[in-house]
């Protein structure tokens, strides 16, 4: 009998739902952890770096990046709908949907968010619509840095660059000049429609910061 009631026991807390909290706000848009790691599974499958691991969880260091992550991704694909730019095609988000659904085959961690086909494709969508009006945004933001403005910044930082000439480095630093530009304008137009989507970081309100 005392084995029998541990066995059911054992078989009731691994069918039992991941709990779930919210986390942030885009607009009249509420973000979960569950979403959240729903998300982060897709991100790491679809589009890979260097993390190996598909699970997230609220105790883990990195679950507060990918929170900040995630309500990005949100705020951004509402401004592409907005725009009506962005779109992405079927055929690429059945790819994604399939690659993801082959890396999470069997695995507990997927099976206890419970994820339907629509949460999977409409999360999958989002990501996609995402990242591509990120691209575009950043195109359009991209700009020329002049040989003018490329030499004042040799010459106000001549002790970097030693003794060698201004055009030894002229192409470098025309590059890093507008690199710099685009992350000055992306940041700003990211605190822009974070302000226009009134976007709530809740894990970072508790924390006081």
Do not use: C
Not at 47 to 76: C, D, H, W, Y
Not at 133 to 140: D, G, H, P, Q
Not at 148 to 177: H, V, W
Request: glycine share 4%.
């Amino acid at each position: 009998m005392h084995l029998l009631l541990s066995l059911l026991f054992s078989v009731h807390v691994q069918a039992a739902p991941v709990v779930t909290e919210t986390v942030g706000q885009v607009a009249d848009y509420v973000a979960t952890s569950r979403e959240l790691q729903i998300s982060t599974v897709i991100e790491r499958v679809v589009f890979p770096g260097k993390i190996s691991s598909l699970e997230i969880s609220p105790e883990q260091p990195e679950f507060r990046n990918a929170l900040t992550a995630l309500l990005l991704e949100i705020v951004v694909a509402m401004e592409a709908e907005s725009f009506s730019v962005a779109s992405v095609s079927e055929k690429d988000i059945e790819a994604g949907i399939a690659k993801v659904q082959r890396a999470v085959a069997g695995k507990a961690y997927w099976n206890q968010l419970e994820v339907s086909e629509a949460e999977l494709k409409k999360f999958t969508t989002r990501k996609f619509v995402a990242k591509n009006f990120l691209k575009f945004k950043t195109n359009s933001m991209a700009g020329i840095v002049t040989d003018q403005e490329a030499e004042a910044y040799y010459e106000k930082n001549r002790l970097k660059f030693g003794n060698m000439p201004f055009a030894s480095f002229k192409e470098n630093i025309k590059t890093f000049l507008a690199q710099q530009q685009l992350e000055e304008r992306l940041r700003n137009w990211f605190e822009v429609i974070k302000r226009k989507y009134k976007v709530r970081n809740f894990m970072a309100d508790r924390q006081g910061t």
